[in-house]
């Protein structure tokens, strides 16, 4: 059994109530002040044409600035601070669109496993609908990212048709492909876990790169593991925390720290950095 | 300090210099029908702008608003 740290004893506490921590924070991202603080960006991934959006989407402003041929100094340092300090632990804790997927995997249905190829598909998003088709075609393209987020239509489009057919006005219904990813994306949350956070989502992407990099950081106490594979079965996301702590497609739920003889904790790079494991190893049947 | 803290610290410098550039120096001009010399528009007020979709390119590269009078609830896009 490996000493755990205060910081990890302290996560232990919390993990139970991860739910509630990213419910607490939608009181930050669903702007009940009405602040509607739009000239800054949040770290999250949450629609700014939604009524209920305190900060403006980040994803959103670099797309625009891309379409624009500027720098967004704001949104890229923003990214940087917060993915360099915490990496995807953003897309696990406190993300509202994560929220509401965690909430979608809560339904007891059979999951489909998705392959860990697929989360490439999220740079792809990210180069391809975030930068370069903004860029060279600028906003009025089909790809461009808002074009087709679904957190645009899910917190923008469904507000506006719902509030249209409250009033008794016409339902501005969206366009088929709109209508298409929509579908295809509320089956999917149903049907497999945080289908967009590790498909397609371009912010995380960015968080998720940044996770071998970033000032918290899991350690591995690789001569304590002892390979039961335990901490394989408490990553819902089909992550191997026991061949490599801080990958790209951890999104950081930290539930793998609850395995038994504690050699994966919490910690900070320059506790965690030496402590990676060399070799690819497989769990004990 | 090893590679990857040295990267760390480097990635953290480097975005709060860029926040801090963009939050208190970079300014822009945007022009608009009734106005050919420009505003000099600080980076957070176009953040502002582009979540409204209020921002576009003329075919002189110059930044015009799309809105004249109260600006739009929301992007269009």
Redesign the interface.
Known sequence: MVNKSKLQQFILKLLPHRLWVQVGFLLVWLDPLAMRMHTMCSPVFHCYACPLATFACPIGVIAQFSALHMFPFIAIGLLLIVAGTLGSIICGWVCPFGLLQDLAAKVPIKRFKIPRWMGYFRYVMLFGAVILVPYFFGEESALFICRICPAGFLEKAVPDMATAAVKGNPIPWPNAIKITIIVVFLAAIFVTIRPWCRILCPLGAIFGFFNRFSFFSMKLEDHSCTQCGKCRTLCQYGGTPDKAANTDNCLRCLECTKCGPGVLQTSTIFEAETEEPTKEKSPKE | M?K??T??IF??G??????????SM?V?PVYSENNDKGFATS??????E????G???DTD?K?LKTYTGAPPK??P?
């Open positions: 090893s990857k803290q990267i760390t990635l953290l480097l975005g709060l210099s860029m926040f801090l550039y963009g939050f970079h822009l980076e957070s007020a176009l953040v502002k582009v979540s409204i979709g921002l576009k390119r590269g930044l929301a992007c896009t």
